[in-house]
T-cell receptor, first 112, second 113 residues
């Protein structure tokens, strides 16, 4: 079974802090994605990556950056957390040219 | 870019009834349309998908239909059971974005026994 793990299920941070959300997949998938999920807004794509050290902006990249130094790990970085970044963050991965994405359980981030 | 609209946002049915969720998309170049189910406390999981060269696909109690001309696709669940209660998301793959997906806003399905 494909397993996508996220470093924390729940996280509470203060405004202005630098926040790292980590995602690891164990199936040697080339593609990795970060979404945020908000009530009534569905899943919105923040960033994605098709290969190590490569990244593409999604629909809502503002206020976020990403890092992919190893194939299995994709990190989402909030340089200076703000209250409007309080949300559920979901990581996903997929193989090569496949569209099927496998999701992690999510990290619920609260910024106070 | 691609825009995916999903309706209804909430749907309540009695056990054994059918449920239908509808989505429309804007980019005629989109060629892949999956449906994901998200149970409480879990990440979304793919339940069925359809490609643009197929009009209908069925897997036991769930089916998806696609109308390319009208740019809409639907999820049909027959003989609903309480364990079908979840949030369902449709998505489309805009061709110019590789394998990235654009999701609808989700439908919360409640099946009461």
């Amino acid at each position: 079974d494909v397993k996508v793990t996220q470093s924390s299920r729940y996280l509470v941070k203060r405004t202005g802090e630098k926040v790292f959300l980590e995602c690891v997949q164990d199936m040697d998938h080339e593609n990795m994605f970060w979404y945020r999920q908000d009530p009534g807004l569905g899943l919105r794509l923040i960033y994605f990556s098709y290969d190590v050290k490569m990244k593409e902006k999604g629909d809502i990249p503002e206020g976020y950056s990403v890092s992919r130094e190893k194939k299995e790990r994709f990190s989402l970085i909030l340089e200076s957390a703000s209250t409007n970044q309080t949300s559920m963050y979901l990581c996903a991965s997929s193989r090569g040219r496949s569209y099927e994405q496998y999701f992690g359980p999510g990290t619920r981030l609260t910024v106070t | 870019g691609e825009n995916v609209e999903q309706h209804p946002s909430t749907l309540s049915v009695q056990e054994g009834d059918s449920a239908v969720i509808k989505c429309t998309y804007s980019d005629s170049a989109s060629n892949y349309f999956p449906w994901y189910k998200q149970e409480l406390g879990k990440g979304p999981q793919l339940i069925i998908d359809i490609r643009s060269n197929v009009g209908e696909k069925k897997d036991q109690r769930i089916a998806v239909t696609l109308n390319k001309t009208a740019k809409h696709f639907s999820l049909h669940i027959t003989e609903t059971q309480p364990e079908d209660s979840a949030v369902y998301f449709c998505a489309a793959s805009p061709n110019q974005a590789g394998t990235a997906l654009i999701f609808g806003k989700g439908t919360t399905l409640s099946v009461s026994s």
